[in-house]
């Protein structure tokens, strides 16, 4: 999978490993980082200018309908990540975001990396346009974006 | 991806959706069905001849690497779901096992198609071979086996 | 806390426990034991003539406010367990449910015992009543109720 | 229950509420503010001088026997949260803490109040003594404690 571009914003979140998320390996779970990635996710979306709450105020939804998540070392207690999230390409209706986590004390150390495609969907449950205000928001990079890495 | 073939065992899990694995969506989170698939492939193993307690007993662990998930269908409360597992293909260390996950009541409604790769992992957590006994179990169909479809 | 009664219904939910669900304590995490909970409690509600589809339709919501567990047994990987949800009181807009949780191999092994409070929350998200016809579904026994222990 | 002392060390850890941790009812499930104080209280153990680590090291495990929480306020996508954590007593082989969840934004708003009984346990899986370091370090206000309320 690609890594994170320059032509547009790369937006971060971090994340701390809490104990109950590692599973009986003494690792955090596998499912568990796609609540990581959703979590970077839509604090990307928020700081594109697409908030959870006008989300939830206009009755819009966001389905998952692909994942793929690449999973190259492994994460325990105590480790703080950072969530990566940049858009990928969009349709008409769905978007691909492209995600990778790495280590806060090793930047160099990639966790997982991941494509997920996701369908907008309106209060009626069905797909609806992507907003154009996210799409800028997602593809433009400003004079000083406040969390360019 | 594939359907589930005919050449070999097909391995079946009924999961039952809990109340409190919907999110705000009002339907099963896409995070929740790696849970899902993770005890279907598990019970899939116990039935191929490697339990979870033999897995336990001799300090080995099953690690993911890869997993490609798409979202075909929502599920929300109530929804009673059949998990089907079987073997893709297999390499020195790792495996890769195809999922699907359809409703009980209506299996022609594919919820989610899935592919998973998993590497087994020795006390040292380092690689090591696949068990011949579960491979033998996960390709060979028996005389009567008892939860082929 | 107090043991199953004789004089209302019992309603009991199976569960069977989930590979993911252990923690890296190697059992079933204390946490998780509050989704079994919830969905009992659910499954209870429903068969005391108060479905989900209802409540949902109805655009009320039931929020816990005060939980009590305690942890007598330790539950692991392939156990079944037995959710046993009953009535304890009710006042105008929240409710008190008990619950126990018991292996299906050996029932007279509790694994959890429980008192959950409920408040009934109206699409205004403020306390409602409680529904009488639920009331009188949780506590009282019909000639031959489906589920009764 | 009590509120924060101020004769022994008080341990803070935030936390941000994480989108898939919402219910279908729109706020953080019930369940999952048990990992939001789990993780609480190992980092109240690690700074208290009884890291992670340490407790893996030595083959011993803590398991929680005795959970009450009082859920007073809802915390819902986005918002900060600020655990509290303390010890209220000690028995041989137990010990009882008390926390308290606040908002980060307004810490007059508790979100929930909790007392946990936890045991702990040695590689045979049977009670072991508390650590009498631990007991010091949960007990005892240092001169300049890193971080005291």
Do not use: C
Request: proline residues 6%.
């Amino acid at each position: 999978m690609s890594s994170a571009p320059t032509d547009r914003p790369v937006f971060e979140t971090s994340v701390t490993v809490r104990s109950p998320e590692l599973d009986s390996f003494g690792h955090v779970n596998h499912a568990v980082f796609l609540h990581y990635l959703e979590h970077g996710r839509f604090e990307a979306l928020e700081r594109a200018g697409f908030g959870w709450s006008t989300l939830k105020s206009e009755g819009r939804s966001i389905f998952v309908v692909r994942i793929v998540v690449e999973y190259l070392a492994e994460a325990t207690h105590g480790d703080e990540l950072l969530v990566r999230t940049w858009a990928d390409s969009f349709r008409r209706t769905s978007m691909v975001l492209a995600q990778e986590i790495v280590r806060v004390d090793d930047p160099a150390v990639i966790v997982t990396q991941s494509e997920v495609t996701a369908v907008w969907v309106g209060p009626d449950r069905r797909p609806t346009r992507v907003p154009n205000a996210l799409r800028e928001g997602l593809m433009h990079l400003e004079t000083s974006p406040p969390d360019r890495v």
